[in-house]
């Protein structure tokens, strides 16, 4: 191995080490875990190994209701906010005055505090003894029956965890995608113009493929940071989401971590497990989608 080549290993070494110690080597130590059965935290002792962890997993009704509102989040809200923030980035990139102060606007609830925006949306949705709530007398002006959408039924509390986190979201990806339509060359507009394309043909045969690539890296990180979702559930319903019926996988970790339910890691590392693998799945075919439709 010349100089160079040494060099080049020893600017790389810290990023190595920092990967291994907190990344690699937690994960292997999870995938470990998950197969102790009959851990014990005080004594760090199990009674044997097998695939028990993630039979009990799979047979808990709490894991499955987190699932299942862990998918149905991620299949709301990533396709709706993508969409969204795709037709208002183009609409900002067609107003010339007061662009930056429109991107600024936009781009506020990103930076604003998880749980601070929990609770506005608490203030809009939920009903008390003496109000209920914005949203509610908004429903009954045009003659509509109030919902309770933080305590009520389940199709209302799910509306409220979707509306969230699109809301959350979706100033990030207007700020990306609008970054992308502005580094569009205007060649092929100007091209596109002159044989007198009309524009949904421009925005489907030019727009949408030169910001293909970014559109997928939204899609990607969209999916994965759906999956991991937690903290917004947290900050519309409380800590007992169990209770609730609004659970996610990350948060049914956390419970058999630290809840009131705590204190079985074996559990918690099975389930790390199954959303791990759900994740790396839907991320292989989002890459082999990305073969025929993602131009770079």
Request: a neutral charge; hydrophobic letters at 50%; aromatic letters at 16%.
């Amino acid at each position: 191995m010349d100089n160079k080549n040494l060099k080049g290993w020893l600017y790389l070494l810290p990023a190595f080490l920092f990967l291994g110690i907190f990344m690699i080597y937690p994960l292997i130590d999870v995938f470990v875990y998950s197969f102790e059965e009959g851990y014990n935290s005080a004594s760090q002792t199990f009674s044997g190994t097998g695939l028990y962890n993630y039979s009990y997993v799979l047979h808990d009704p709490y894991f499955l209701q987190a699932v299942q509102n862990t998918l149905l989040l991620v299949g709301i809200t990533v396709p709706l906010s993508t969409g969204l923030a795709l037709l208002i980035s183009v609409a900002l990139s067609s107003i010339k005055p007061l662009r930056n102060l429109f991107q600024t606007v936009y781009f506020l609830p990103y930076v604003t505090n998880t749980l601070a925006v929990g609770l506005v949306f608490m203030i809009l949705f939920k009903k008390t003894p003496y109000s209920d709530g914005l949203v509610n007398l908004l429903i009954q002006t045009f003659g509509g029956d109030s919902v309770d959408f933080i305590g009520g039924p389940y199709w209302a509390k799910m509306f409220v965890l979707c509306f969230y986190t699109v809301w959350v979201v979706m100033p990030f990806k207007i700020l990306i995608l609008t970054s992308a339509l502005a580094s569009v060359s205007q060649t092929y507009y100007n091209a596109a113009r002159v044989d007198g394309t009309p524009r949904w043909r421009i925005f489907t045969r030019i727009t949408l493929p030169m910001i293909s690539p970014m559109v997928f890296y939204l899609v990607i990180t969209g999916f994965i940071g759906a999956f991991k979702a937690y903290s917004d559930a947290v900050a519309l319903f409380g800590t007992d989401l169990n209770a609730s019926e609004m659970n996610t996988i990350v948060g049914y970790v956390y419970d058999m971590l630290y809840g009131d339910s705590g204190g079985y890691p074996s559990y918690a590392s099975a389930a790390a497990i199954i959303l791990f693998a759900i994740v790396l799945t839907i991320t292989c075919i989002n890459l082999l989608v990305s073969k025929k439709h993602v131009h770079y």
